[in-house]
């Protein structure tokens, strides 16, 4: 390299040339260095997920300017939130183009209404939001749509008119709630339970969230089928584990016979097992309460393997990197193929052979938990 500087030198037209070489090296540095650190998946369109190709136009090189993102979190409430928040903070790093401006509303909804319109004084140029509660959106979404800011939704839904928002990406929270419905409904059966009475509690995520009416409204299709089933009370355990705790606790005082606890998360189905262990009451796999979860998380599932969660149906936390790629997208002009997002997810169960379930949308294979899937698993 020296050698060639030097001969260069003598010859300001090759010295241009030599200059025009390196320019064009560090250009494509930089290209492969946003390919490599990016990690965005590619967006899933209902099922058809090739269709988002990261080789596609819309690749766009590292703005000099940070993209300034400002995200309204829920709060954290349970290791599902904890997840989500931890990649939010891992694809939203400077070193990924990005400054964040982060609140953690710690459930208070009133508190996530004032950060956007903080935000949009700021101005922050894309604000993402998982909403608490589907209400009191409308008013300050228009605002930052007048104010021409891009807001993208994450994990829960809202009540509001789809074009003040750019996209959503979460779950099928009625889905989810269905599969429990299904997998109770055969897990009874193939212990001959099918015809029997059942004595149902419910431990309900924080209500108003959409999470909570979704998982709700899907269960409950099956308890209409089934009038063996009674459904002995709903209480609120807001996501956490103290809250499943104390609504299980006063469940186990109320009543007499309890054959089956849902609980509308890991955490909540945490501080249920603990009332219950308390009590001197075998659940789970073994035992005489049947526990039912969802969201699938590392100490989720590790219950799982443990049999003291029977089914848990899995709830994916890792929206951000797609928050991240749609406003790579929203940069390079490329227009959003789909306003709503689904994104992956399984269903485990401590069963010996998992059952298959059905959807409107085919069927899903429920997996039993090992070691290994546990190593493989990114929350
Ligand atoms: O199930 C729970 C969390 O909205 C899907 O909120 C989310 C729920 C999740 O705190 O653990």
Aim: with cysteine; hydrophobic share 40%; glycine share 8%.
């Amino acid at each position: 390299m020296k050698a060639v500087y030097a001969k260069c030198r003598k010859h300001p037209a090759a010295m241009l040339f030599l200059a025009c070489l390196l320019a064009l090296a560090f250009c494509a540095c930089a290209v492969w260095k946003l390919a490599d650190n990016q990690k965005e998946p590619k967006l899933p369109g209902s099922g058809q997920e090739g269709e988002y190709s990261l080789d596609g136009p819309e690749r766009v090189q590292l703005p000099r300017k940070l993209v300034k993102v400002g995200f309204v979190q829920v709060g954290h409430e349970s290791d599902w939130r904890i997840a989500m928040t931890k990649s939010c903070m891992e694809i939203f790093s400077e070193e990924n183009g990005y400054e964040l401006y982060f609140l953690d509303a710690d459930n208070q909804p009133q508190a996530q209404v004032e950060a956007v319109r903080r935000f949009i004084r700021e101005p922050v140029d894309y604000l993402i939001i998982a909403p608490i509660l589907t209400t009191g959106w409308t008013a300050v979404l228009k605002e930052a749509y007048h104010a021409d800011i891009p807001v993208i939704l994450l994990d829960r839904t809202i009540d509001c008119d789809e074009r003040y928002y750019a996209a959503w990406f979460g779950s099928d929270f009625v889905q989810e709630g269905r599969y429990a419905g299904q997998w109770l409904q055969s897990y009874l059966n193939r212990q001959g339970r099918g015809a029997d009475d059942i004595n149902i509690v419910a431990i309900n995520g924080t209500l108003g969230a959409s999470a909570q009416l979704g998982r709700t409204e899907g269960f409950a299709e099956y308890l209409k089928r089934h009038r063996e089933w009674n459904l002995l009370a709903e209480e609120c355990g807001d996501f956490t584990e103290s809250g499943g705790r104390a609504v299980m606790e006063q469940y186990l005082e109320t009543f007499e016979k309890i054959d089956v606890v849902i609980c509308q998360n890991d955490n909540e189905a945490f501080g249920a097992c603990a009332a219950m262990d308390e009590a001197g009451i075998s659940y789970g796999k073994d035992g005489d309460v049947i526990v039912i979860s969802f969201d699938a998380a590392r100490a989720g599932l590790e219950a799982v393997m443990d049999g003291k969660i029977n089914a848990d149906f899995e709830c994916n936390p890792l929206s951000p990197p797609y928050a991240a790629r749609a406003i790579r997208q929203m940069r390079a002009g490329v227009p959003l193929k789909k306003k709503h997002f689904y994104l992956p997810e399984d269903c485990f169960t401590s069963d010996e052979n998992p059952m298959l379930l059905v959807s409107e949308n085919g069927t899903k294979q429920m997996r039993s938990v090992t070691r290994s899937l546990l190593e493989e698993r990114a929350y």
